[in-house]
């Protein structure tokens, strides 16, 4: 490995480490009364839930979201203080719950990816259109690579 190459990794693990340390203070912030989980379950739910399905059940949630039930209850019980998602009975067993977004949880949803996009529209006008296409295949490339890295690794800490 050359020095140059050397000088340029450091240069990426840098700006990669600054992008995720900016991803997570937009996460972490808590948006109105929600906290970051809340809108991981909020977001969860609008991506997986049609209007003529019955819902989801907190362990499916849980489940897909590997976060334990009782916490998904806690934050399904505070949106729904909150009048974002409903609980309905399963009409084919009515023991089990089902969960949905309210309309204003539709509408929140919606404030919330109209927000990002014009975020992303805002890059999009700071870098150009084609270094924006750029970027973006670029950052789908190294994220690809990293995934496959993060499974190699975690593959040989098994195998030791």
Same mark, same amino acid.
């Given at each position: 490995m050359s020095d140059q190459q050397k000088k340029i990794a450091k240069q990426?693990?840098?700006?990669?480490?600054?992008?995720?340390?900016?991803g997570n203070m937009m996460q972490n912030r808590s948006i109105y009364n929600q906290k970051?989980?809340?809108?991981?379950?909020l977001y969860f739910i609008s991506v997986n839930v049609t209007d003529d399905s019955p819902g989801l059940m907190v362990s499916e949630i849980s489940g897909k979201l590997n976060v334990t039930s009782?916490?998904?209850?806690?934050?399904?019980?505070?949106?729904?203080? #909150? /009048?974002?998602?409903? &609980?309905?009975a399963d009409p084919a067993d009515r023991r089990v719950v089902r969960i949905q977004l309210s309309d204003n949880g539709k509408k929140y949803i919606q404030r919330i990816n109209d927000a990002?996009?014009?975020?992303?529209?805002?890059?999009?006008?700071h870098l150009g259109e084609e270094e924006s296409l750029l970027f973006a295949e670029m950052m789908r490339k190294a994220s690809d690579y990293m995934l496959e890295q #993060? /499974?190699?690794?975690? &593959?040989?800490?098994?195998n030791e």
């Open positions: 990426l693990m840098e700006s990669y480490f600054q992008s995720q340390v900016g970051p989980g809340e809108i991981m379950v009782p916490t998904v209850t806690q934050h399904i019980n505070s949106l729904e203080a #909150q /009048e974002l998602v409903e &609980r309905h990002r996009l014009n975020m992303f529209v805002g890059l999009v006008n #993060q /499974e190699f690794y975690l &593959r040989s800490l098994r």
